[in-house]
Structure formats: structure tokens, C-alpha cells
T-cell receptor, first 111, second 116 residues
């Protein structure tokens, strides 16, 4: 079983739609959680950190459920420019700080 | 541009040849990480440095792979006797290690390796 699991999609949605991605992680001792965005053939870029209290940045909302070991990302009012792969990322319990990535979920926003 | 630079951006080599990649992290960052990403997958951790010390290596890093960060600044990743299975994007990231929640890693654009 992978440490971080995501549905690879693709998710095809029209502009303006609301879309939600989910992710589960296996290590209950994981400490930090992130969503990264990766455009085709580019490097991953931090989208947002994820906290138990939830956090919102404009059209993006991230939630963490430690009891269920579940992370979500909600995108409201999708734009064409949101088309990308969204990577769920976890830092484990060690002091290494190494990132453990999910496979990524591909989003295509259509006009 | 995150401030992490990698060179070269692309490398095509023949099987059996040696290749070396370079990463220049953000200048004040004390940690440097190497990851590998194959098509359709998320990046996978290879190794990391704190300053000049290499503190962990993944089991993915066979004995054909070696990484250095001699002065705690730039790092190199060398692959000897390349195999077709080494074809991937090699990503470097750097961070300022302190409180765990602030270990935000910034990635370079990567080096795409194709082994023929």
C-alpha cells in the first residue's frame, strides 16, 4: 500500500465548477501536510499547507482529518488556469523533512 | 522562479555512460533534497543534506548513484553506468530547516534524463 494515495483522475470539469480532491495517508504519526501543484513538465510548486483547523486561500480550501488520515482540497469557481496536477504531500514523523508524494490528481478545466 | 537552479535542464545519454547533475539551492537554505519523478507518478525521495552532511539515502539510491554537497552550498548527483530505468526527471529542492511546519521545500525546474 502506498503511503499517500490519491485518485489520479483525470477530473474534467467546466469553468466555474467546484471540484474536490481527496487523499489518504497511512502513517498516523505524519506531522505536516501540503498540496503542491505541478504543471505539465514543470516542477512542483507549493499551493498551500494543510492544518487541522482548515485553511482557505481565495478559491482554494484545504482540510485535514487526522482521525481518518484524510486530506482534501476544494477548488471553487474553477478557471482554465487551474488545469494541472495536484499533488498531496505528507511529511512523516522523522526529522528528515522528506516529502512523501501521492501520485497526483489531474484536473482539466474546460471552457 | 523559486531561486533553486538545476543544470542541465535536459540530458540525453547512452546506456552505460556516466552523468552528473548540479543543483544550486536558495542561498540561505541549509537543507537540500533530491527526488526522482517518473511519468504519471509523484516525486520520490532519493537523499538529502543538511549543510554538507548527507543524512539519509533512500533504498532507491543504488550504489551507482552518489550525491555530494561539498561546501554546504551547491550539490551534485552522479549516476554511473546509466540504465534505461534511470530515465526520469531529477528534482532538487531546498529548505530552511527549523520548526517542522516551516520546512517548506522549493523545487528547481529539474533535470530530465533520457537514457537511450
Amino acid at each position: 500500500r502506498k503511503e499517500v494515495e490519491q485518485d489520479p483522475g483525470p477530473f474534467n470539469v467546466p469553468e466555474g465548477a467546484t471540484v474536490a480532491f481527496n487523499c489518504t495517508y497511512s502513517n498516523s504519526a505524519s506531522q505536516s501536510f501540503f498540496w503542491y501543484r505541478q504543471d505539465c513538465r514543470k516542477e512542483p510548486k507549493l499551493l498551500m499547507s494543510v492544518y487541522s483547523s482548515g485553511n482557505e486561500d481565495g478559491r482554494f480550501t484545504a482540510q485535514l482529518n487526522r482521525a481518518s488520515q484524510y486530506i482534501s482540497l476544494l477548488i471553487r469557481d474553477s478557471k482554465l488556469s487551474d488545469s494541472a496536477t495536484y499533488l498531496c504531500v505528507v511529511i512523516g514523523s522523522s526529522n528528515t523533512g522528506k516529502l512523501i508524494f501521492g501520485q497526483g490528481t489531474t484536473l482539466q478545466v474546460k471552457p | 522562479d523559486t531561486g533553486v537552479s538545476q543544470d542541465p535542464r535536459h540530458k540525453i545519454t547512452k546506456r552505460g555512460q556516466n552523468v552528473t547533475f548540479r543543483c544550486d539551492p536558495i542561498s540561505e537554505h541549509n537543507r537540500l533534497y533530491w527526488y526522482r519523478q517518473t511519468l504519471g507518478q509523484g516525486p520520490e525521495f532519493l537523499t538529502y543534506f543538511q549543510n554538507e552532511a548527507q543524512l539519509e539515502k533512500s533504498r532507491l539510491l543504488s550504489d551507482r548513484f552518489s550525491a555530494e554537497r561539498p561546501k554546504g552550498s551547491f550539490s551534485t548527483l552522479e549516476i554511473q553506468r546509466t540504465e534505461q530505468g534511470d530515465s526520469a526527471m531529477y528534482l532538487c529542492a531546498s529548505s530552511l530547516w527549523g520548526e517542522v511546519a516551516k520546512n517548506i521545500q522549493y523545487f528547481g525546474a529539474g533535470t530530465r534524463l533520457s537514457v537511450l
